[in-house]
């Protein structure tokens, strides 16, 4: 079926087009940028794609409206927990639905709370859109995840054209408009912030691994939460910024059995040192016991 004029098939193609280009974004990732090169993107697509920028401050004076239609500035939303950034669209009909259930299923499999261990900030980036549907988005899926005080953790944010723009600047986040269906064009991904708001992760798709997740938001806390287990688990494995994963580290993962290994051995032959000299105070004593006298 080839993308004609009408608005439904001009959508469907478009769909089309972002669902094939996500994964093969992911493979052919190239200096950080998750898409393939620009002559190869599909048709309305030559200006879509995700371009990492690791450790890069998000700006903390940018001012965008909560779902109340309060003011506030991102920086309010700083210093105290990590936090995790996706950019969305809440009228659209393809992708962000999918991103932002994707992203409600993985934080009920990771044990941190919403509000709790670190927080969750949702900004659209459509300048048309308003405070009353991002309240309606954020009673849709602060239900979906359905843990006690995520509503005061997940912030449902729109803005104007300078901050949204900023924003998505700083965040390397690439979209485009396209008039004849109505809709825009975008990859998806969320990105993992340091309590400071620095990117620290990012993540591709729309089911991000529970696992991952957690990962990314014990590095992005600078060790503020997490457990022994986690420690482990970051020295085992490392962040790949070609595939928005968490991958083994062999080396590490052969030290950490060769430590356990001896640790065991060692656990063992004392043990069996402490069973032996046990054994022989049991025979000293039989003999005292039998002779009279110690040997």
């Known amino acids: 079926m080839s993308c004609k004029r009408n608005n439904s098939i001009s959508a469907a193609c478009v769909l089309l087009a972002l669902v094939l280009l996500v994964p093969a974004a992911t493979a052919q990732m190239n200096n950080g940028v998750m898409s393939p090169p620009a002559n190869s993107r599909p ?6 794609g995700i371009e990492q920028h690791l450790d890069a401050q998000v700006p903390p004076d940018l001012t965008f409206r909560d779902d109340t239609g309060t003011s506030v500035k991102l920086g309010d939303y700083f210093g105290r927990k990590p936090l995790i950034l996706n950019l969305v669209y809440y009228n659209c009909t393809m992708l962000c639905g999918e991103a932002l259930a994707g992203l409600a299923s993985a934080m009920r499999l990771v044990k941190f709370d919403v509000g709790d261990q670190f927080d969750v900030v949702t900004v659209s980036f459509d300048p048309r859109e308003t405070s009353e549907m991002a309240a309606a988005k954020k009673k849709d899926y602060v239900g979906r995840y359905g843990r006690p005080n995520a509503a005061a953790g997940w912030h449902f944010l729109t803005g104007q054209p300078d901050s949204i723009n900023a924003l998505t600047k700083v965040a390397g986040f690439q979209y485009q408009y396209d008039p004849k269906i109505n809709q825009f064009a975008h990859a998806t991904a969320i990105m993992v912030l340091t309590p400071q708001g620095r990117i620290s992760r990012y993540f591709y798709g729309v089911d991000f691994p529970p696992k991952d997740l957690r990962m990314g938001l014990v590095e992005a806390s600078q060790g503020k939460i997490g457990n022994a287990v986690d420690a482990v688990l970051l020295y085992c494995y490392h962040y790949n910024p070609e595939t928005g994963k968490y991958g083994a580290r062999v080396a590490n993962i052969l030290r ?38 110690a040997q």
């Open 43 to 48: 048709p309305r697509l030559e200006n879509v």
């Open 256 to 293: 950490l059995a060769a430590a356990a290994t001896i640790l065991l051995l060692g656990t063992l032959l004392f043990i069996l040192w402490r069973l032996d000299r046990s054994v022989t105070r049991k025979k000293a004593a039989t003999a005292v016991t039998k002779t009279g006298y």
